[in-house]
């Protein structure tokens, strides 16, 4: 071989290597994005769970103020995680940023009860409020990837059945 086809060779290989290693660092999967709906009064909030219960879905509503620093943590942290990402599908999930303070954010805030932040609220499939599983705070993935599943959210199909039968 000579000189000239070695080199055209090695260039060759070098520009396939750097051509591979530029597609496959391009083509990182993206991070999951969660997308809740905003709600900014009472009367969307009320809109909203009249769908989710059309719907039959739960709902979580994350209240929450931008200066807020576990409000944040929870939503970069906590939210995202690979634990609590399928679990979070299964809701409709909204959002009340009350960090304005305004008349609307406080009569919010009055009517869901929420005294600090983040605060996680939820309703059922129907549409009624469980306050008994309200989070006031940050909570990490683990703990919240397991509260998320609890049976008073989902219950199963046989509890309902037996319910129906007594």
């Not at 520009?15 to 083509?27: G, K």
């Not at 929870?74 to 990402?85: E, I, K």
């Not at 499939?125 to 309200?134: A, D, F, R, Y």
Request: hydrophobic share 45%; charged share 10%.
């Amino acid at each position: 071989m000579t000189i000239k086809v070695k080199f055209t060779l090695i260039s060759l290989t070098l520009i396939i290597v750097a051509a591979v290693s530029v597609y496959s660092l391009s083509f990182k999967p993206s991070p999951k994005v969660l997308t809740f709906t905003s709600v900014n009064s009472i009367s969307e909030l009320n809109h909203a769970l009249n769908i989710a219960a059309q719907q039959q879905r739960p709902v979580i509503l994350d209240v929450y103020a931008e200066w807020c620093s576990p409000c944040i943590a929870l939503t970069q942290q906590t939210f995202p995680d690979a634990n609590v990402f399928p679990h979070l599908n299964k809701f409709t999930r909204l959002k009340a940023n009350v960090t304005a303070n305004s008349s609307a954010d406080i009569a919010l805030m009055q009517h869901l009860k929420v005294i600090g932040f983040p605060s996680l609220l939820f309703w059922d499939s129907q549409g009624n409020s469980l306050p008994q599983i309200k989070i006031s705070g940050f909570i990490n993935a683990d703990n919240f990837s397991h509260h998320l599943q609890q049976s008073i959210l989902f219950p199963s199909s046989s509890s309902i059945s037996q319910n129906n039968t007594q």
